[in-house]
C-alpha cells in the first residue's frame, strides 16, 4: 500500500507493540534471569520454574511485537500477533484484579484503604495495553479494507 492512495502503510496506533515490550520486557527478563529476586510472595522451586517458563513465553512475546511493529497494518500475522497479545493482557488485567497479594509492597494506608495495591496497579497497567491493542485493531481496519477492495 502507497501512500498516494491516501492511506500511509503503518498507523501511529502500531505504538502499542512497543509499549508491550515496555510493560513485559523488563519483568520478564529479570524473571528469566534471576527469579528469586522478585519481590513476590511464597516463592518456592515450583514457582520459580514457573516464573522461568513465563519469563521465556513472555520475552518471546516481546520478540514477536517488536518483529511486528514495523510491518504494515494489513498483514495477518500481524493482526494474529496483536490480537493474541490483546486477549493475554485483558486476561492478565482480569487475573491481577481478583489476584490475593502476593507483591509486598504497599503504597500507604491510604492507598490501601481505597483497596489500591500494586496487584491492581500491574493490572490496570495491563487493561490500558489491552484496550490499547482494541483500539488498535479497530483503527487499523480501514488498512485491510483498503488491501481487500485492491
Known sequence: MSQAQGIP????????????????????????????????????????????????????TCLMALLCNGLPEFMAGKRAVGLGLGLYHTTLSTVLFQAPRFIPHTFGALAESYKFTPEILWGVFHGLIGLGFASWWQGTVPYVQAVARR
Open 9 to 60: 502503510a503503518r498507523s501511529p496506533l502500531s505504538m502499542i507493540f512497543l509499549l508491550h515490550i515496555v510493560l513485559e520486557g523488563p519483568l520478564a527478563f529479570q524473571g528469566w534471569w534471576n527469579p528469586a529476586s522478585l519481590p513476590f510472595l511464597g516463592l518456592n522451586n515450583t514457582t520459580l520454574v514457573f516464573i522461568k517458563l513465563w519469563s521465556v513465553l513472555s520475552l518471546s
